[in-house]
């Protein structure tokens, strides 16, 4: 600042420089704390990077669990054509596989991440309906390795060329989660297919057998309110 209000009052020689002097320590000011606020936040964007690598090596080190749930959903009627397009809409957004059967009664079979199928149900319901039950549900933690843990004994079936792992990245996602798809590999926790497809209003029987194909018989016989045959 000095060596700004001494080159001002040398070019003025002689003059009245009091103003320019003045206007030339405002302005060197001004520059002086503009580099100081930049130096801040130059710190404060370094420290964020180093906290969010570190979440990621920790998020690494200790994967999470994940929740699947099974959902049968049973209703009077599926005919609506704006209904029957943000089942599979929705489905789709949420990354949940399964299928759906409109007509007289409507079955929507669906599976994925607790949560998800949580909010799924739950924008179901926000909808109209002459009726609608959640007839079955079934719960299984998925490990890091994804194989599940099933207290009917049932096993996950592969039936996906996509693998969905989920990850709380601080850096990558900045706090999002991100679901990231892997292509060629084998989706080992799914046993519906992804994503969610609607089937003919009379492909009942269809839903039965491909139930009975993945072990899922007992959720499409209490979606129907059935005895279940061992």
Not at 34 to 45: F, H, I, L, Q, R
Not at 50 to 77: G, I, M, S, Y
Request: proline fraction near 4%; charged fraction near 25%.
């Amino acid at each position: 600042m000095v060596q700004a209000v001494t080159k001002c009052a040398e070019q003025a020689l002689g003059d009245c420089c009091l103003f320019l002097a003045v206007q030339e320590l405002k302005d060197a000011a001004q520059q002086l704390l503009d580099a100081g606020a930049v130096s801040t936040e130059d710190a404060a964007t370094q420290q964020q990077k180093q906290n969010d690598a570190e979440a990621c090596v920790a998020a690494a080190a200790h994967p999470k669990t994940l929740t699947r749930r099974v959902c049968c959903l049973w209703f009077h009627h599926i005919k609506n054509l704006y209904k029957r397009k943000v089942i599979l809409e929705w489905a789709r957004e949420l990354q949940l596989g399964g299928a759906s059967k409109p007509g007289y009664p409507g079955v929507v079979l669906v599976e994925g991440a607790v949560e998800d199928v949580q909010e799924y149900v739950g924008r179901l319901r926000s909808l109209q309906w002459k009726a609608m039950q959640v007839r079955a549900e079934e719960d299984d933690e998925i490990g890091p390795d994804g194989q599940g843990q099933q207290g009917d004994g049932a096993s996950a079936q592969p039936n996906s060329t996509s693998s969905l792992k989920e990850a709380e990245c601080n850096s990558c996602s900045k706090g999002k989660k991100v679901q990231a798809a892997h292509a060629g590999q084998e989706c080992s926790w799914r046993r519906l297919p992804l994503p969610l497809t609607e089937l003919p209003e009379n492909a009942l029987g269809e839903l039965g057998a491909m139930c009975k194909a993945l072990d899922l018989a007992h959720i499409f016989a209490s979606a129907l309110k059935l005895p279940c045959s061992s």
